[in-house]
């Protein structure tokens, strides 16, 4: 029950010939410039758009095969995409509601999952009066809250300030060493993406490629330390370099 | 905060004292140049004729207010239940939806006459009347309304295998809360309208009087004043339907929508 293999192809416009494995436990980003097809290829790997082309494929345990059950997926959007009439509670029972069972074992889970992004106090709060990356922890929250294999998040800091953004990358660092749930994490920021993963896809645009797959072998667990590391400065760079080669590579 | 107080202060105060200096002016105007009663009565003459018919005009407005309310309440209940069924059924709502417009644009004055002479109880054929001016802002609104669910949100119910009831229930009817009750408020004051409307028409039609009857009534017998008294009651009714639906509305708005949450508090 835990893990995801995926091979996934597809040719619109928009992507093109993507082969991508996605393997156990990794936190794989997808860098590239907007317009690219990012957003996308997440929403086709939800499940959420059809591919036009090719295959998606869920492996599911040892034995490969089996569908994935929908609760084993998280969501993030790049707003916190919250109900406004719900308290936060509400919010993160939300997955729960819908498959029918909203017991109070699913309370606690709530309290719990909650607590771990640092909310605790805020339950009978409603949407409009946290602050911008407080919505944003609810929505983490809400995709963690069913214990998901497979967590996908769409550029989910891009809005908020550098602050907030630096605080909720520690946070979601935190939460992904202690699961191992597999990520995948679309941004357009190459330092946040070299800092948070083990694994990044470079993508061109129009039509949508991977341009570079590259491991990020930085050690782990990582913190605010590893900001300032010379090793870390030398990774941006490579992946910028390769961000920048992918984009001459298209207007070529 | 001092300037939040003080505007909250001239909410009240304003609109008070324009009625008051409105009224003065009236009175001398009428007083100065003896203007008869029977063409403009001074507001002193119509507060004596409030004071005087109170009793019976109150027991008029009962009447209309019997029928005010039903309307709206019938409007309310098939307004927002069609405006579910036109959400479930794109093709429901692309075939019945010209319909509502037609029924809506066509003046009601014009088909009261047919609606009083098929509907034989009095009654009812007035609730008809305005319940079709009343119940078009509801399915309009609520409509829009259910139709306006955040996109992704939707996705996310759909990620999470959600049933239509689902959808329904947990998003788009609390999304259509608001636009519900914004064509809540406009159908209150058109339900009241369309009430007075079908009495005009109907006349007494052997029954109790409504409050429009005795406007009627005053106006032939020249009993200006009284006639006066009766619009006044008629336009604080509308003021207070309003008022209540607007309060209804905040309330239960006040957690989470804009337009419930007070300017100052931001």
Redesign the interface.
């Known amino acids: 029950m835990r893990g995801i293999g995926k091979r996934f192809r597809s040719g619109v416009a928009a992507l093109a010939g993507i082969d991508l494995d996605i393997g156990d436990g990794e936190f794989l980003s997808l860098v590239g410039p907007s317009g690219c097809g990012k957003t996308t290829l997440l929403?086709i790997i939800?499940?959420?758009a059809e591919p036009s082309e090719g295959e998606r494929r869920l492996s599911l345990g040892p034995d490969g095969g089996g569908r994935m059950s929908?609760?084993r997926?998280g969501?993030v959007?790049q707003?916190p995409?919250l109900?406004?009439?719900?308290t936060v509670v509400d919010n993160v029972l939300?997955?729960f509601?819908?498959?029918g069972r909203a017991g109070p074992a699913e309370r606690e889970r709530v309290g719990t999952e909650l607590r771990a992004v640092g909310l605790a106090g805020f339950e009978r709060a409603?949407?409009?009066e946290l602050s911008g990356g407080m919505r944003m922890r609810v929505s983490i929250a809400r995709a963690l809250v069913t214990d998901p294999d497979l967590l996908l998040l769409d550029e989910p800091f891009a809005a908020l300030d550098e602050i907030t953004r630096m605080a909720l990358n520690d946070d979601l660092l935190r939460l992904w060493e202690a699961r191992r749930t597999t990520v995948v994490f679309v941004t357009h920021s190459v330092f946040e993406s070299v800092y948070l993963s083990t694994r990044i896809a470079v993508m061109t645009a129009r039509p949508g490629r991977i341009a570079a797959d590259l491991p990020i072998e930085l050690p782990q667990p990582r913190d605010r330390g590893l900001r300032t590391s010379p090793n870390y400065a030398a990774i941006c760079a490579t992946v910028s370099d390769e961000l920048a080669r992918a984009m001459a590579d298209r207007s070529r | 905060m001092r300037a939040g107080r003080s505007l909250r202060l001239w909410r009240v105060a304003a609109p008070l004292a324009v009625g008051f200096v409105f009224l003065c002016v009236w009175e001398i105007v009428v007083r100065v140049n003896g203007v008869p009663r029977y063409i403009l009565p001074s507001p002193h003459e119509i507060a004596v004729s409030l004071w005087t018919d109170g009793p019976s005009l109150l027991g008029s407005l009962l009447v209309t207010l019997r029928v005010t309310l039903a309307a709206l309440a019938a409007a309310t209940v098939l307004g927002g239940g069609i405006a579910v069924l036109f959400s479930l059924s794109r093709i429901l709502e692309l075939g019945f939806f010209p319909y509502a417009v037609m029924l809506q644009v066509t003046p009601i004055v014009a088909i009261a006459p047919l609606i009083i002479i098929w509907v034989k109880e009095p009654f009812l054929a007035l609730l008809v009347c305005a319940w079709i001016v009343a119940f078009f802002p509801i399915v309009a609104n609520t409509t829009v309304g259910l139709n306006s669910a955040d996109r992704n949100l939707l996705a996310l119910f759909r990620l999470y295998g959600a049933s239509r009831g689902q959808t329904l229930r947990y998003l788009k009817l609390p999304t259509a809360l608001p636009y519900f009750l914004t064509g809540l408020r406009i159908s209150g004051g058109l339900a009241l309208i369309g009430a007075v409307v079908a009495e005009f028409v109907a006349g007494t039609g052997g029954t109790e009087t409504g409050l429009a009857f005795r406007i009627l009534e005053a106006g032939y017998r020249l009993a200006i004043p009284r006639l006066f008294a009766a619009l006044f009651l008629l336009s604080l009714t509308g003021i207070v339907i309003y008022l209540v639906l607007d309060l209804l509305s905040r309330l239960l708005l006040r957690h989470w929508h804009e337009s419930a949450i007070d300017e100052e508090e931001e």
């Not at chain 1, 109900?83 to 719900?86: A, L, S, T």
């Open positions: 929403r939800a499940g959420l929908r609760e997926v969501f959007f707003d995409t109900m406004p009439w719900g939300l997955p509601r819908i498959a409603y949407p409009r």
